[in-house]
């Protein structure tokens, strides 16, 4: 298993190439949310930054069913809120958050939020995740809890307040909001929600049940350089994009 060789991210001979691989990669997440369940009316958001403006972002149209978007759908959109490609207006919410996130994190290409079941249930308690599961350690130390709520996030000042919780993590609970996750790739930042809305549903069922027993620190440490990397953040995502592709390939339009 220590020898165990994992496909490489895909490289790019030009920069269309790359751009379309992103927003194909985007499409296909919000398929995918459509799937899981994570709609709620018009709430929910996923970015992608752009390949060549790096600051412009890829977004979802507001208003717009996830499970009805395409390639074609999706909006272009400047630092100062403006959609520069594309004909739908963008969801404020998107803009205050997303656009600071991205700023404050060079690193990260992409940032997903939506109002899941299981993340907004378990963000009204005020508390990070526990090493429960191998799939939770993934989140281990690498995740953070904005402890306030003050409505809908409307202002840039909101989003900095959450990026500078945010931090180096790779998510934020939103505390009687949701989740809000980011990676290298569109593919990774989805799969840590997927993921994290799952490990929050264990826990709530775990915690109905009894008294959970938690894994220990330092084996949870170890898991999360086993499961929690940027590279198994992105390979757990290729089958599930293979699916929805093969599925819905309208997608890709």
Request: hydrophobic letters at 45%; aromatic letters at 10%.
């Amino acid at each position: 298993m220590a020898n165990l060789e994992l496909p490489t991210l895909p490289k790019f001979e030009s920069v269309e190439a790359e751009r379309l691989h992103y927003q194909q990669s985007l499409a296909a997440a919000f398929r995918l949310f459509a799937r899981y369940g994570f709609d709620e009316g018009v709430a929910g958001h996923i970015t992608v930054r752009d390949p060549e403006f790096p600051d412009c972002f890829w977004v979802n149209p507001f208003g717009m069913y996830f499970g009805h978007i395409r390639v074609s759908d999706l909006l272009l959109v400047d630092h100062k809120g403006e959609v520069i490609k594309g004909n739908r207006p963008i969801n404020p919410a998107a803009f205050a958050i997303h656009s600071r996130i991205h700023q404050a994190r060079p690193d990260v290409s992409a940032a997903a939020h939506a109002h899941s079941l299981y993340g907004k249930s378990w963000s009204t308690l005020g508390r990070v995740l526990d090493p429960l599961t191998q799939d939770a350690c993934a989140f281990y130390e690498d995740h953070a809890l904005f402890n306030d709520y003050t409505g809908v996030v409307l202002e840039t000042g909101e989003g900095d307040r959450i990026a500078e919780t945010l931090g180096e993590k790779k998510a934020v609970i939103l505390r009687n909001h949701g989740l809000l996750t980011v990676g290298h790739s569109v593919d990774e930042a989805a799969w840590w929600f997927i993921a994290m809305d799952r490990c929050c549903h264990a826990q709530l069922m775990a915690e109905a049940a009894g008294k959970p027993l938690l894994i220990v620190p330092d084996t949870a440490r170890l898991t999360r350089s086993q499961v929690g990397s940027h590279l198994i953040g992105w390979f757990s995502f290729q089958s599930l994009y293979e699916m929805i592709i093969r599925q819905e390939p309208d997608l890709l339009e």
